[in-house]
């Protein structure tokens, strides 16, 4: 099953960069948030 152990690399890999793209994606949110309160 080729599919099953690409898919275990796939994951591991995710999950070893899953941890900074969170970051990124919180820090996206909070700008976003302050952007919005600021305008109004």
């Not at 152990?5 to 976003?32: H, Q």
């Amino acid at each position: 099953m080729p599919d099953k152990d690409n898919d275990y690399s796939f994951w591991t890999k995710y999950k070893r960069f899953a941890s900074t793209e969170i970051l990124m994606y919180l820090i996206m949110i909070v700008g976003i948030t302050l952007g919005i309160i600021f305008l109004s």
